[in-house]
């Protein structure tokens, strides 16, 4: 496998200088949106690789073939992780649609990236069971960051509001559904420090979730903006 790197335009606010990564997978061309965080970020993330809450230095969206059949998502990530030279603890998601693709958008402050695969989608609230086999990783992936400290509970409440964010630029856009089986998330937030100000809400009516919520409803629409979009 081959990774290659080239810089995409400049991060808004300057939080989120997404790079994107290139591979030879299988035979297929994937691609990949890198962010090198670097210290002082505390993430909190539903991500296979990195998931829960903590100090976190990366995150990777890598894009996987439409047919994918690993059952082993953690240890690819993490394959892929090194492959693109990072160490440390970080946040990898992927997902069938290709990155490339992206929305970029930012809000006083709040910015978010978005990828979105739909093509296997539907409403969390569903009226009949799932179907037993693993759902495909069309997934939207939101990547999101803050320039200030939230508590944990801030933190929490932050990704509610992203999704709800990412629910209605949905259905603005036409998209009969709240999202797909896998979609994920992950809000960065600066690591709390002694004497700084710690923020308690991350509600969409609170300072910096009401731009959370516009950074994400923006990116949402712009990286799946029409009906039936193919992913």
């Known amino acids: 496998m081959t990774t290659a790197a080239a810089p995409l335009p400049r991060s808004a606010t300057g939080l989120l200088p997404v790079r994107s990564l290139a591979r030879v997978e299988g035979g297929e061309r994937l691609h990949a949106l890198l962010w090198r965080a670097g210290p002082g970020w505390r993430m909190i993330s539903s991500a296979v690789l990195g998931g829960g809450i903590g100090e976190r230095a990366w995150v990777l969206n890598a894009q996987v073939s439409h047919g994918y059949r690993r059952t082993d998502p953690d240890r690819h990530l ?7 030279g990072l160490h440390g603890q970080g ?12 929305g970029h958008a930012h809000d006083e402050g709040a910015e978010a ?15 009949r069971p799932g179907s037993a086999a693993p759902a495909a990783p069309g ?19 932050a990704v509610a509001t992203a999704t709800e964010a990412k629910v209605q630029a949905l259905l603005e856009a036409g998209h009969d559904c709240s999202g797909t089986p ?50």
Not at 78 to 84: C, D, F, K, R
Not at 139 to 157: C, F, K
Not at 192 to 200: D, F, K, T, V
Not at 204 to 214: C, H, N, T, V, Y
């Open 182 to 231: 896998t979609d994920a998330v992950c809000i960065a937030a600066r690591t709390p420090r002694p004497g700084a100000e710690l923020h308690a809400f991350g509600g969409p009516r609170s300072l910096w979730g009401a731009r959370l919520a516009r950074a994400v409803h923006r990116a949402v629409g712009d990286a799946a903006p029409a009906r039936d979009r193919p992913a």
């Open 91 to 102: 946040v990898a998601l992927m997902t069938a649609a290709d990155v490339t693709r992206h």
């Open 139 to 157: 997934t939207i992936n939101v990547v999101a960051a803050l320039p200030v400290a939230l508590s944990d509970a801030a933190l929490v409440n």
């Open 78 to 84: 993490g394959e892929l992780a090194l492959a693109a």
């Open 113 to 127: 990236v978005a990828t979105a695969g739909i093509s296997v989608r539907g409403w969390a609230a569903s009226p």
